[in-house]
């Protein structure tokens, strides 16, 4: 019996419990502390280097015919996901303030979001990969659309239209990577299936990597399918936001280094050139959308949609240092938009209003608050010490040199000056970097700086579970980033190298 | 104790301080002035007793990031000559403002969070002076624009505070991205980032100069972010929202000092790219005379200061790139930290005595009220504008000498620049001190208490003798140029006096400004040109994109599919007429003509 | 001696019937038994198959009668349904004329 199996469990039978009537609040912070120790002990047993790449594995055959089976187990790169769900799902359920209508149903979503994140990550068999982030958007569905905030029917079907799109394609990806499989020996699972590749079974099959990176692309709010992502958060309560931005658009990130890096590595370099030029669309025109935002939620959204330039940059250059760099800003850049979107919604909550213009000066009624804030908009910015800065660097380094798997050094310095696409785009995603600095200060300063309104000189200062809550993810971006060395070693035993 | 460790309890013990601050610091204001002050005196005698250690070139080291052999960023030190003499002057000046602000800050809000700050600032710059490679360079690269930003944020309540703050970080990050791309391009090319190892391999690239030579300009960003050199020097003036006692810190060890450093610290990988250092020599030279020019009309006693920062930091630079070795640059640093340090303290205890007022046209006659705040900014003064036998004097000199000799257009330039340096310096100290009083807070000024002049009293000294042989070869070990114009030196002395004679005669007795130049108090339009920029090309496009993002493609992605779709069904629903039996039919003959099909063939 | 043929014309014919009479009539309840004629004609000819299809020893094959009874009993639950959503129907609109019953349209 997997251990694993209990992560995802934990939160199912929590939500169970929380629908047969306990008390709803409680149970889900039991349940995700539970789920928190229990990640702290699977790290602490997880073998680094040991001989198994896949650790704490168990398969239960579902459909024996055609491969399928419910095939869970970790290596680095799974639990440092699992790690990160794990930590935002705390946080989301302790900021979360229960809502008058439906409590049960909401916190039993939040939980929900969380066990489909955790199934897709620790699953090996692509079916259930996919089956559980599937499982993951229903709950997403119903917290934008009942307890959201503003247009938030509108949003909710924009976005779970898009998403049903993109995972639609997904699975026509998924198909045909099962179909270029030779007869006999086709499964879903992964291992199995980049044994094959490795051994040169597969055939090229660019068709497949299209449909995986649009698939997944769409998920990630690639340019230019990126319009449902800053209009659902601005709508999702900042728990659903914090759990959808933080967790579950990794997602996509992960399946294209988990399937596409190690499978697949001749399509995603013939068609590099192509993602660069949608990746650059994420980092310079989205962040230059970003900047010209009014208010603090929309801000964030499109500043989410930004970062994941830098990961796409990471995946599309394909070599060690991108992609460990590229794992890195996952599990930095989820921690970083939680905090801020939890914060976002405890000033919705004081205030009422995120609009920039209505804001100011809430620092001076609020000095704990705006800390919290700075720490988080600076760790949102790559500043050394938080763990986005070591994963954007990487990201740089290896993107320079970018283009090749596992490559040596290239000869750059002994040729012609002359640049090619990777370096372009290198510099370009570096002016992300001033850009980022550009959206992320001024609506810092906008919001807690300068001279305060007479309406929001006496508003509360955080307290209590939403304090400890964004304080502790704070805390995590600072450990790690002060060593990343922690999260390398776990990434560097993942199975993408091998 | 040893060589090896004391570095990294140098180098921690303020961030250790301000992390201590950050969490007790609210519950006592003497505990946060303590902690502060404590760091910044055990690092400053540990300094001054490395200093004096036959230390070993290198010390403990770890790696921060190693993956595989590809990319390894260590965190080390590197302790030799340049470094201990930075480290020095450093943790001294930091010592003697920690100090000061006991007696500036006393009054002021925010009291822990300042002191926080001044520790991180320190731990902050400590990074850049022990870095023994770029990347490690660059984080506390990050991290002093970070402090800088707290500490100038200060006032956070004040509009024109909170602009300069994010100005300062942001304008930082412009020149900041031009630094890391260039630590890309070494290390694409090299693949070390130490800089050991990187002046050792400088020879690989005799191939292919253009690539060092980009390479080094795109580091040199770096440094014109840092060090306020033009085109990016705006944010240094508009700092001055900060304390006083930061913008004293900060102007003189703590940020602007460190593109220089790093710019000393890689000297001999720029000494092989010499269109590099032709760029770098055009930087700091033009730097260097428009700012004096616009130093030269400003109202706010501070700001001129600022503006005369920018112009000796373009000293260093074009001393850099002129003479053969970094020393003579560094010997320009080290003086300027001790008198430009003064001169801000000086200017702060202006301040608290005019009960912060900052205009130089609302104080006046000072001197007798404040006699020894007097005597403390002649000091530095003297050596701001070379005077012979101030410290000013010998390192300014120098820097002029090798750039007549290498550059002798940038050469001139900056020999013309002394002379306003003079004419700009000494006008601030006429208005300021002599004259009549010209408001009623300069009637009620007062002295400064004794913990703010005991910092201006021992900063005095070193303004003035630091530049004497006896002072410079304890920290460097500079060279004359051989060839140098026997006009130099006599047109150097008569610019200093004319200077000086002509502030006396414009401003001895002035009650308002004689001369308006609407070029000078309007810094060029350069702000302006920035500020209508920002506005107009980067909010303006910045809206355009918005715009575009909902209205092209939005409406390409999501809303041209929905009406597809939707038209597709309108098209559709003729077919649905609402009776049973239709429908029936309709699937009857479908059967029949699938049947038919299948049976005719 | 009634051949295959024979039993396959009349089921032929009854499920005709039947199809008229639900593509023709209008009244519901017709075209509800017009139904159960068509269910019916399947009835007979699977009956018919049945009979005619000896397996070994000339016992007839009894799966299609089998069948058979599944209809039968799935018929009368349909017919139980189908009486009360019409009886509904009829409450609810006062009629059992189809061309009445035209609300799902554009």
Same mark, same amino acid.
């Given at each position: 019996m997997s251990p694993l199996l209990f992560l995802i469990l934990i939160p199912i039978f929590g939500a169970a419990f929380i629908l047969a009537g306990a008390n709803a609040r409680f149970t889900a912070l039991v349940a995700s502390v539970t789920n928190l120790l229990f990640l702290v002990v699977l790290l602490t047993r997880y073998e680094l280097g040991g001989e198994q790449v896949y650790q704490f594995v168990s398969s239960w055959p579902i459909v024996p015919s055609m491969g399928i089976s419910l095939t869970l187990g970790?290596?680095?790169?799974?639990?440092?996901?699992?790690?990160?769900?794990?930590?935002?799902?705390?946080?989301?359920?302790?900021?979360?303030?229960?809502?008058?209508?439906n409590p049960h149903w909401f916190y039993a979503s939040l939980l929900f979001i969380s066990?489909?994140?955790?199934?897709?990550?620790?699953?090996?068999?692509?079916?259930?990969?996919?089956?559980?982030?599937?499982?993951?958007?229903?709950?997403?569905?119903?917290?934008?659309?009942?307890?959201?905030?503003?247009?938030?029917?509108?949003?909710?079907?924009?976005?779970?239209?898009?998403?049903?799109?993109?995972?639609?394609?997904?699975?026509?990806?998924?198909?045909?990577?099962?179909?270029?499989?030779?007869?006999g020996m086709r499964t879903f699972d992964l291992r199995a299936i980049s044994g094959l590749a490795k051994a040169g079974f597969l055939p090229e099959a660019n068709w497949v990597y299209l449909l995986l990176l649009i698939g997944f692309g769409i998920l990630v709010s690639l340019f230019p399918f990126h319009t449902w992502a800053p209009q659902a958060y601005a709508s999702a309560p900042a728990p659903a936001a914090m759990l959808h931005a933080g967790v579950l658009k990794k997602f996509g990130l992960y399946g294209l280094i988990r399937i596409a890096a190690p499978i697949l590595p001749a399509s995603v370099l013939e068609f590099s050139n192509l993602l660069l030029v949608l990746l650059i669309g994420n980092i310079l025109y989205v962040g230059y959308v970003t900047i010209s935002q009014r208010k603090l939620d929309l801000m964030l959204g499109y500043s989410s949609v930004m970062h994941m330039g830098y990961i796409f940059l990471g995946f599309a250059a394909l070599n060690i240092l991108s992609l460990t760099g590229a794992c890195l800003m996952l599990f930095a850049h989820g921690l970083s938009i939680a905090a801020l979107f939890a914060l976002s919604g405890e000033i919705r909550e004081r205030t009422g209003t995120l609009d920039f213009s209505e804001l100011g000066g809430l620092a001076k009624p609020m000095p704990a608050f705006g800390l919290l804030f700075g720490f988080a908009a600076f760790a949102a910015i790559g500043l050394p010490g938080f763990v986005g800065f070591a994963g954007e660097l990487l990201v740089f380094f290896g993107s320079f040199v970018g283009g090749d798997l596992l490559m040596g050094i290239t000869e750059t310095g002994k040729e012609i000056f002359q640049l090619n696409n990777f370096q372009i785009a290198t510099i370009c995603a570096v002016w992300g970097v001033v850009i980022s600095a550009i959206y992320m200060l001024r609506a810092y300063r906008r919001v807690f700086f300068g001279p305060v309104a007479d309406r929001w000189a006496a508003l509360p200062e955080i307290s209590g579970a939403p304090r400890i809550a964004v304080a502790a993810l704070i805390v995590v971006m600072l450990v790690t980033g002060f060593f990343p060395g922690l999260l390398i070693k776990l990434i560097e035993s993942a199975s993408i190298w091998s | 104790m040893s060589t090896l460790t004391v570095p990294w309890i140098i180098l921690f013990t303020p961030l250790a301080a301000a992390a201590a601050i950050l969490f007790v610091g609210k519950f006592s204001k003497p505990l946060s002035a303590g902690l502060a002050i404590g760091a910044a005196a055990t690092s400053c005698v540990l300094s001054w007793w490395l200093f004096f250690q036959e230390a070993p070139a290198t010390s403990l080291q770890f790696h921060w990031i190693q993956i595989t052999d590809l990319l390894q960023i260590p965190i080390g030190m590197v302790i030799d000559g340049l470094s201990k003499a930075m480290l020095v002057i450093v943790t001294t000046i930091a010592t003697i403002v920690f100090t000061y602000s006991l007696g500036y800050m006393k009054t002021e809000e925010g009291y822990w969070r300042y002191f926080a700050g001044l520790a991180l600032f320190l731990f902050s710059m400590l990074g850049i002076v022990l870095a023994d490679n770029f990347l490690m360079m660059f984080i506390f690269w990050e991290l002093v624009g970070l402090s800088s930003y707290i500490l100038i944020g200060h006032y956070f309540k004040k509009d024109s505070a909170a602009d300069a703050a994010k100005q300062a970080f942001i304008v930082n990050r412009v020149g900041d991205f031009g630094f890391l791309l260039g630590i890309l391009f070494l290390w694409a090319a090299t693949g070390t980032l130490m800089f050991g190892e990187l002046i050792g391999r400088v020879g690989d690239f005799t191939l292919n100069p253009i690539y060092l030579t980009v390479a080094c300009i795109l580091i040199f960003c770096?440094?014109?972010?840092?060090?306020?050199?033009?085109?990016?020097?705006?944010?240094?003036?508009?700092?001055?929202?900060?304390?006083?006692?930061?913008?004293?810190?900060l102007h003189a060890a703590t940020m602007v000092a460190a593109g220089v450093y790093m710019l000393a610290r890689i000297f001999p990988i720029l000494e092989a790219a010499p269109h590099a250092l032709d760029v770098i020599a055009w930087i700091g030279g033009i730097t260097c005379f428009a700012a004096a020019l616009m130093a030269t009309q400003q109202d706010d006693i501070k700001r001129i200061l600022a503006y005369s920062t920018i112009s000796q930091l373009g000293y260093m630079v074009l001393g850099i790139a002129s003479a053969p070795t970094a020393e003579v640059s560094m010997f320009h640093l080290f003086t300027h930290a001790c008198f430009k340090c003064l001169l801000f303290l000086c200017a702060g205890s202006v301040i608290v005595g005019m009960h912060h007022e900052q205009g130089i046209w609302k104080m006046g006659a000072l001197k007798n009220k404040m006699p020894f705040t007097f005597l403390a900014t002649v000091a530095g003064a003297l050596a701001l504008s070379g005077c012979p036998g101030a410290s000013g004097y010998f390192s300014k000199d120098l820097?002029?000498?090798?750039?007549? =000799?290498?550059?002798?257009? *940038? +050469?001139? @330039? #900056?020999?013309?620049?002394?002379?306003?340096?003079?004419?700009?310096?000494?006008?601030?100290?006429?208005?300021?001190?002599?004259?009549?009083?010209?408001?009623?807070?300069?009637?009620?000024?007062?002295?400064?208490?004794? =913990?703010?002049?005991?910092? *201006? +009293?021992? @900063? #005095?000294?070193?303004?003035?003798?630091?530049?004497?042989?006896?002072?410079?070869?304890?920290?460097?070990?500079?060279?004359?140029?051989?060839?140098?114009?026997h006009l130099l030196h006599p047109v150097l002395w008569a610019l200093f006096a004319g200077g000086t004679g002509l502030a006396w005669l414009l401003y001895g007795n002035a009650d308002k400004d004689p001369v308006r130049i609407p070029l000078f108090a309007n810094r060029l339009y350069i702000d302006d040109v920035y500020g209508w920029a920002v506005k107009n090309v980067q909010d303006g496009g910045a809206a355009v994109l918005s715009w575009a993002d909902r209205w092209v493609v939005d409406l390409l992605v999501v809303q041209v599919p929905s009406k597809?779709?939707?038209?597709?069904?309108?098209?559709?629903?003729?077919?649905?007429?609402?009776?049973?039996?239709?429908?029936?039919?309709?699937?009857?003959?479908?059967?029949?003509?699938?049947l038919y099909l299948l049976i005719s063939r | 001696m009634p051949t295959l043929a024979n039993y396959l014309i009349v089921s032929g014919l009854l499920f005709s019937i039947g199809m008229a009479g639900v593509l023709l009539r209008r009244n519901i309840l017709i075209?509800?038994?017009?139904?159960?004629?068509?269910?019916?004609?399947?009835?007979?000819?699977?009956?018919a198959f049945s009979r005619f299809h000896l397996v070994q020893g000339g016992i007839p094959g009894y799966n299609a009668q089998v069948f058979v009874f599944f209809i039968i009993t799935v018929a009368a639950a349909e017919v139980a349904v189908g009486l009360a959503i019409i009886v509904a129907l009829y409450r609810a609109r006062q009629t059992t004329h189809v061309e009445d019953l035209d609300t799902l349209k554009f």
């Open positions: 970790a290596d680095g790169l799974s639990l440092v996901m699992l790690a990160l769900t794990v930590l935002v799902t705390l946080a989301a359920v302790a900021v979360a303030r229960t809502p008058e209508k066990a489909g994140g955790l199934g897709a990550f620790a699953s090996i068999d692509l079916f259930f990969f996919y089956m559980f982030h599937e499982l993951a958007l229903i709950p997403t569905f119903l917290l934008i659309g009942i307890w959201g905030s503003g247009d938030r029917q509108a949003a909710a079907w924009k976005a779970t239209i898009y998403l049903a799109l993109g995972s639609f394609v997904l699975l026509l990806g998924l198909i045909g990577l099962y179909l270029i499989q030779p007869d | 770096g440094t014109v972010g840092k060090s306020a050199q033009m085109p990016l020097h705006v944010w240094l003036p508009n700092s001055m929202e900060g304390p006083t006692p930061v913008s004293s810190l820097i002029i000498a090798w750039a007549v =000799v290498e550059h002798p257009f *940038l +050469g001139w @330039l #900056s020999v013309v620049t002394a002379g306003l340096t003079a004419f700009y310096t000494f006008r601030l100290v006429f208005v300021v001190f002599l004259g009549k009083p010209r408001d009623e807070a300069a009637k009620h000024a007062h002295e400064s208490p004794l =913990v703010m002049l005991v910092p *201006l +009293g021992l @900063l #005095s000294i070193p303004a003035i003798i630091a530049g004497y042989p006896f002072v410079e070869h304890i920290f460097f070990h500079t060279t004359e140029p051989e060839h140098v114009p597809l779709a939707w038209a597709c069904g309108f098209v559709l629903r003729f077919l649905q007429i609402g009776n049973i039996q239709a429908y029936a039919f309709f699937f009857g003959a479908g059967v029949v003509g699938i | 075209i509800f038994m017009g139904l159960e004629l068509m269910l019916n004609a399947a009835n007979l000819s699977l009956v």
